[in-house]
């Protein structure tokens, strides 16, 4: 059951542009928001995160963009380098009587070409 | 220097032989969590624990078992019930209370 979807799966962008991440999502009991980055043969690392009652967040050259109403959220890398070519997931947080738990979206492979 | 060690990076096994993988946290974190990356799928939760001698089932923990016998260690075996076990097996730990995951660099289970 897959609870976030992400789009595009793959992204090719030159240097100095503005890659655009979508994730849309159906549970409204998610209360959290993060962004992980991951390069080949690591662990995704935290990003960038953002609650759900608020609608943009910027850290540096990463911004979420967050549609509450319309159950989507989505990353803008600014004047991209060819360093952020790396694999990106949102994912969206859960309180349960069980714990918190982490459902991620499928992944998007972002390429940054010098 | 706090963090989560996965060992080992590279494991090779044969089919229906049983593997279990390591993971060790030293950040003092309540919970611990065990995903499986597979290609085009993102990362897909096998088992979770909040508690020393507590976990629970995740989306995919068919062929998988764990223990949680101490707070900062959360082995993960890979049974030969499991149709497909060739991934990357990512460990995960957080803070109770807080929302960040932190995340190991994870091990590639190869079974030919």
């Known amino acids: 059951q897959q609870q976030v979807k992400q789009s595009p799966q793959s992204l090719i962008v030159q240097k100095g542009g503005i890659p655009i991440i979508n994730c849309a999502y159906e549970?409204?009991?998610?209360?959290?928001f993060p962004w992980y980055q991951q390069f080949p043969g690591k662990g995704p690392a935290l990003l960038i995160a953002?609650?759900?009652?608020?609608s943009e967040k910027k850290e540096g050259r990463f911004t979420i963009s967050f549609n509450k109403s319309a159950k989507q959220f989505s990353l803008h890398i600014m004047d991209s380098q060819p360093g952020d070519s790396a694999t990106y997931f949102c994912?969206?947080?859960?309180?349960?009587?069980?714990?918190?738990?982490?459902?991620f979206g499928e992944g998007t492979q972002l390429t940054v070409n010098p | 220097d706090g963090g989560i060690t996965q060992s080992p990076k590279y494991l090779f096994r044969k089919e229906g032989q049983n593997v279990t993988l390591s993971c060790e946290q030293n950040?003092?974190?309540?919970?611990m969590y065990w995903y499986r990356q597979d290609p085009g799928q993102g990362l897909r939760l096998i088992y979770y624990?909040?508690?020393?001698?507590?976990?629970q089932k995740g989306d995919i923990a068919e062929g998988y078992s764990v223990s949680r016998e101490k707070k900062e260690s959360f082995p993960l075996t890979v049974t030969s019930a499991q149709k497909n076990p060739t991934a990357f097996y990512l460990c995960?730990?957080?803070?109770?209370?807080?929302?960040?995951?932190?995340f190991g660099s994870g091990t590639r289970l190869t079974v030919v």
């Open positions: 624990s909040q508690i020393v001698n507590d976990f």
């Open positions: 994912a969206a947080l859960s309180q349960e009587t069980s714990g918190s738990r982490l459902t």
């Open positions: 995960a730990s957080s803070q109770q209370g807080t929302y960040g995951y932190t």
């Open positions: 950040l003092n974190h309540d919970a």
């Open positions: 953002i609650r759900p009652d608020v």
């Open positions: 549970n409204t009991a998610f209360d959290y």
